[in-house]
């Protein structure tokens, strides 16, 4: 089956780091940009990062910019987001997709920043 | 950052309307927009990129056309499956960005 699965999410204090992962599996994950999309309560889709095939190019939103890191290993199907110095508005369901125009979704991850 | 703008933001229609919901964009990004459907709880699902490209596996119901700044997904003979939220995504230049959403709500 194609599909991608996010992991990692969880509760964590302001100004703590959390790491989230997702692998993909049933399509060849080395030849597809990757990118993170997030989704606060209540609130509309947002594009966080993305990560060229080769992990070299990497992009961010502003608002993530030096606290999120993206990286992927294509050896182990897999893509991660390093997110440090986190803040209370980046509670969000953290969504795995591929593509530089996403084509497939992950079910999301919930990260919860809150005291 | 490229802002884009769907209309409306909600609409109500019946089982078996035809829908129409455009996206504009502050300045040009050529044909790089792609829409999505997003139900409560789920994984948004990729239904055309590319402007009017169907993805892999999405009823013919859906179609999108626009070039430049303006864009349009319609959506044929509405059933009960389609009631959910629209963003359009232009993928275009960095950063990448979403519209609001369009909540699209059985009459």
């Known amino acids: 089956e194609v599909q991608v699965v996010e992991s990692g999410g969880g509760l964590v204090p302001p100004g703590g780091s959390l790491r989230l992962s997702c692998e993909g599996s049933?399509?060849?994950?080395?030849?597809?940009?990757m990118t993170w999309v997030r989704q606060a309560p209540g609130k509309g889709l947002e594009w966080v990062a993305n990560?060229?095939?080769?992990?070299?190019?990497?992009n961010y939103v502003d608002s993530v910019k030096g606290r999120f890191t993206i990286s992927r290993d294509n050896a182990k199907n897999s893509l991660s987001l390093q997110m440090n110095s986190l803040r209370v508005d980046d509670t969000a369901v953290y969504y795995c997709?591929?593509?530089?125009?996403?084509?497939?979704w992950g079910q999301g991850t919930l990260v919860t920043v809150s005291s | 950052d490229i802002q884009m703008t769907q209309s409306p933001s909600s609409l109500s229609a019946s089982v078996g309307d035809r829908v129409t919901i455009t996206c504009r964009a502050s300045?040009?990004?050529?044909?790089?927009l792609a829409w999505f459907q997003h139900k409560p709880g789920k994984a948004p699902e990729s239904l055309i990129y590319?402007?009017?490209n169907l993805q892999i596996g999405v009823p013919s119901k859906f179609s999108g056309s626009g070039s430049g700044t303006y864009f349009t997904l319609t959506i044929t003979s509405l059933q009960p499956e389609d009631f959910a939220t629209y963003y359009c995504?232009?993928?275009?230049?960095?950063?990448?960005?979403f519209g609001q959403g369009t909540k699209l709500e059985i009459k």
């Open positions: 997709t591929r593509g530089a125009a996403p084509s497939l």
């Open positions: 049933g399509f060849t994950f080395g030849l597809f940009w």
């Open positions: 990560i060229k095939h080769d992990g070299i190019e990497k």
């Open positions: 300045q040009g990004i050529s044909n790089s």
């Open positions: 590319g402007a009017s």
């Open positions: 995504h232009q993928y275009n230049s960095y950063p990448y960005t």
